[in-house]
């Protein structure tokens, strides 16, 4: 199957076939699953209910991103994408640093750095999500059909999160007990990655 846009000046006609939106999903999925695999890690995913309210909101966001950048268009996400990354890094970063201390110090509620709860939730999915943003910005250069592109990138992004606690709460078992603050170093490093690619590799 193949999906037909064309450029806005009605010079250039191209064709992205399903399997090219396909592993655009894949590769937007990868911060969230990683996230997920953290999460389920650190032992805060292993119910079925804290498992599907991490892939749901990770996938929602995915596929709303998208839709976001695609009405925005290129004036409003050209300067956003400037700043992007940072908002990544920071919220990562903040996200992160506080499962580390919160490992350190022992009484610390674990709800407080709980990544599938609350603010630290939504704070992972926006900071997971904010690429799509820029790819809803191409898709609308592109013409692409906005409304099946993002139901893939959610629905890829949420069964990808899924999979990803699986794999780990096997992680966490062999890890122990220092997971938690391995799994905030992970978050951190995810961070770091997003900045340094925009930095030095855009």
């Known amino acids: 199957m193949e999906i037909s846009y064309q450029s806005r000046r009605g010079i250039l006609i191209c064709r992205m076939t399903l399997l090219e939106i396909i592993l655009v999903a894949i590769g937007l999925a990868m911060d969230a699953s990683a996230v997920s695999m953290t999460a389920a890690a650190s032992g805060y ?95 609308s250069l592109l013409d692409v059909n906005i409304w099946l592109a993002s139901l893939l990138i959610g629905v890829i992004t949420l069964i990808l999160s899924i999979g990803a606690t699986r794999l780990g709460l096997v992680a966490g078992k062999l890890l122990g007990k220092g997971v938690e603050a391995f799994g905030g170093l992970i978050l951190i490093g995810i961070g770091l990655r997003i900045l340094f690619t925009h930095i030095y590799l855009s």
């Open 45 to 139: 995913a292993y119910q079925s209910r804290q498992v599907f309210r991490l892939a749901f909101h990770f996938g929602l966001f995915q596929g709303v991103m998208p839709l976001i950048g695609w009405f925005l268009g290129s004036t409003v996400v050209s300067y956003i994408e400037k700043w992007d990354h940072w908002i990544a890094f920071i919220l990562l970063a903040v996200v992160g640093g506080r499962m580390v201390a919160s490992w350190f110090d022992k009484s610390a509620e674990k709800i407080i750095s709980d990544p599938t709860r609350g603010w630290t939730l939504i704070t992972l999915s926006i900071a997971t999500s904010i690429d799509a943003l820029a790819v809803g910005l191409s898709f």
